[in-house]
């Protein structure tokens, strides 16, 4: 029989966040023969669900291993393997829009208990998944993000000043990047940062991510001096842009791993984090955990960030030793070893 594994590729019709990164990741380093599916153009929102849904399963054979890798999966596919990354539309549906809250609330728990195994990224969000749906541990397997190290690294001072010239960017600032939700904790970041920049006028916060109704909301937070919000930057000039950073500062309300945390530890940049969710089993003592809802915390942290003494310094070298821990290959070695001993069960 010609059985094999097949990867659900509708991750790659969008726009590129982390989770599409981390599939992307991955499957390019998989040495297995490997069939992707994806729609032929791009569909989002509904037009997705019903590719997915529909469409998707008809291509699947009975002696095939199909990974969902983004999220969702179609429920009609018993032989999968899905990969959840988080549970924050579970914990806090009012971060998102009602009709996503609905069907994922709806789809998820179906594919968890229908799937044969579910992955996750992280050990804290495997114990909220078994938290919520009630599903046996052995079926709930971590495999962790990575970071490419050819493409993170310290960098040259020449592409530091073209990066720097490109956005015009001041000398010294410090980095947060993400996509614009309220997830990401931007509005309690600017109001510690409005009581930091008086200290060091010529320091600037700089914010690079994508929108939506919370980027518009943050617009206005532009006119609001030291603070640079550069929307999407390209790929090529993220290297640079972490390099150049006095600091990187993430202190999500909740995050599933933190792939940009591992990516500013391998070029070099020390690390502001918080303390909630999966943020500490990435950072370990590599970074400065702080509480994401107390000001003092994060003012003292950006203090100590921009002030260059001898615990940044020791937290650089303790990042670059960091970022050798969780590579993609690694990732990818883990998760076509998990499908190719489910495809011989088959």
Not at 83 to 92: K, M, R, V, Y
Not at 156 to 177: D, F, M, P, Q
Not at 269 to 291: C, H, I, K, Q
Request: glycine fraction near 8%; aromatic fraction near 8%; include cysteine.
């Amino acid at each position: 029989m010609n059985r094999g594994i097949v990867v659900n590729a509708r991750f790659q019709t969008r726009r590129v966040t982390g989770v599409e990164r981390y599939a992307g990741e991955i499957l390019r380093r998989m040495q297995a023969q490997i069939r992707q599916v994806k729609p032929g153009y791009r569909l989002n929102g509904l037009g997705g669900h019903v590719w997915e849904q529909f469409i998707l399963p008809l291509g699947i054979k009975k002696d095939e291993i199909l990974w969902s890798p983004a999220n969702t999966g179609p429920i009609l596919v018993s032989n999968q393997i899905i990969t959840i990354h988080d549970t924050s539309f579970l914990d806090h549906p009012e971060w998102y829009q009602p009709e996503f809250v609905a069907w994922y609330q709806f789809v998820v728990p179906r594919l968890l208990h229908r799937a044969r195994v579910v992955t996750t990224v992280s050990s804290y969000s495997k114990i909220r998944i078994l938290q919520a749906y009630r599903i046996y541990d052995g079926k709930v397997q971590v495999i962790p993000g990575g970071v490419d190290l050819g493409q993170f690294k310290p960098q040259s001072e020449g592409e530091l000043r073209r990066v720097r010239n490109k956005y015009s960017l001041a000398e010294t600032y410090v980095l947060s990047l993400g996509s614009m939700q309220p997830r990401k904790n931007l509005p309690r970041l600017f109001d510690a940062w409005r009581q930091v920049h008086p200290r060091f006028p010529d320091v600037e916060l700089v914010i690079a991510g994508g929108g939506g109704a919370v980027f518009r909301k943050l617009e206005t937070q532009e006119a609001h001096p030291g603070v640079r919000i550069l929307g999407y930057v390209d790929d090529t000039d993220l290297p640079a842009l972490y390099a150049g950073a006095r600091a990187y500062c993430l202190i999500s309300l909740n995050e599933g791993f933190g792939l940009t945390i591992l990516e500013a530890m391998a070029c070099g940049t020390p690390v502001v984090a918080s303390n909630l969710a999966a943020l500490p089993e990435v950072v370990g003592d590599a970074g400065r955990l702080v509480d994401p809802l107390n000001a003092g915390e994060l003012i003292d942290a950006f203090m100590e960030m921009i002030a260059d003494g001898e615990d940044r310094r020791l937290m650089i070298q303790k990042g670059l030793e960091r970022a050798q821990q969780f590579t993609w290959e690694q990732s990818a070695d883990q998760m076509q070893n998990l499908l190719v001993r489910e495809l011989e069960k088959l």
